[in-house]
């Protein structure tokens, strides 16, 4: 009771918590993480053992079907969605952080220095990204679940500099800010504890985004014949799917499957963060 006191005195927390899009996507979210957690304990297999008959479709012995070689398709997806969940943790970790500490910078200190990080990310954002990301998965000689998230993650954080620049060239003529500057504090606590913290909801809407964005990358280059040599993802799954031609064989199960659950994980991170925005952003809050 005194924690739910607390919640309804803080408005954004709860509008963000009551808010419907919000529950969703959370609830969603939740279920899928939950199945990545718990489906590696209870499969009988390992992602690479033949379990059975290969061409079986979903049945009690084997919940998600056998692929033709005759691996169980439940244990591929639990252990390849934590891959796919980590893969968009680390990267969009990584975005975010380069991103916001640019803009940060650039957006509070301006002149020279800002313009020198414009300039950088302006660079980086005339960059091809998924040619980039093709051209270095490819000469990679070892592609591994967390250097294929830091090799996204590194090429997509510039939209998020140039969002946080904005933001923080707004608040930086604030008047707690000004507070902060007459009280002699450094930089670095004023870029963290007065703007960064008067903006940390937009922060993990912009980290929800690059999540989405890391994931959706990852997949992308895994279609193509590009992602990890070792271990096992969604986009793996699936681009073994197509290239054993699953579908034109009746095996709809092997690709549809790990697909339907990749789209609910981003469906979930959608509503989270359009739940999220109408919550923090009085203007589109529903009442």
């Known amino acids: 009771m005194f924690l739910w006191k607390k919640i309804k005195n803080n408005e954004n927390i ?49 919940w998600f079907g056998t692929t033709l070689q005759g691996r169980d398709v439940f244990t591929q997806t639990v252990f390849g969605l934590r891959s796919t969940i980590l893969v968009g943790f680390i990267g969009g970790l990584i975005a975010s952080f380069i991103g916001v500490i640019i803009g940060l910078v650039a957006g509070y200190k301006g002149g020279l220095l800002d313009e020198a990080l414009m300039m950088l990310t302006n660079v980086v954002l005339t960059f091809p990204t998924l040619a980039v990301l093709i051209i270095v998965a490819a000469y990679l000689p070892y592609r591994g679940i967390v250097n294929m998230a830091v090799l996204v993650g590194l090429t997509v954080w510039p939209w998020t500099a140039r969002a946080v620049r904005s933001q923080a060239m707004s608040l930086k003529s604030s008047r707690f800010v000004d507070l902060s500057r007459i009280s002699a504090n450094n930089v670095f606590r004023i870029l963290f504890e007065d703007i960064a913290a008067n903006m940390f909801s937009y922060i993990f809407m912009v980290f929800i985004l690059q999540f989405m964005g890391t994931i959706l990358a990852t997949v992308g280059l ?27 064989l009746g095996m709809w199960w092997w690709g549809i499957i790990p697909g339907l659950i990749l789209t609910f994980m981003i469906v979930s991170l959608y509503f989270i963060n359009t739940g999220l925005d109408e919550a923090f952003n009085p203007k589109l809050r529903e009442f």
């Open 222 to 248: 895994e279609f193509l014949g590009l992602g990890p040599t070792r271990g096992i993802s969604l986009g793996l799954i699936m681009q073994n799917a197509v290239n054993w031609n699953a579908l034109e």
């Open 14 to 62: 709860y509008y963000a918590i009551t808010n419907v899009k919000v529950q969703i996507g959370f609830s969603l979210f939740f279920l899928i993480v939950l199945l990545a957690i718990i489906g590696p304990m209870i499969t009988r297999y390992t992602y690479t053992e033949f379990a059975g008959p290969g061409y079986h479709p979903p049945s009690g012995d084997y």
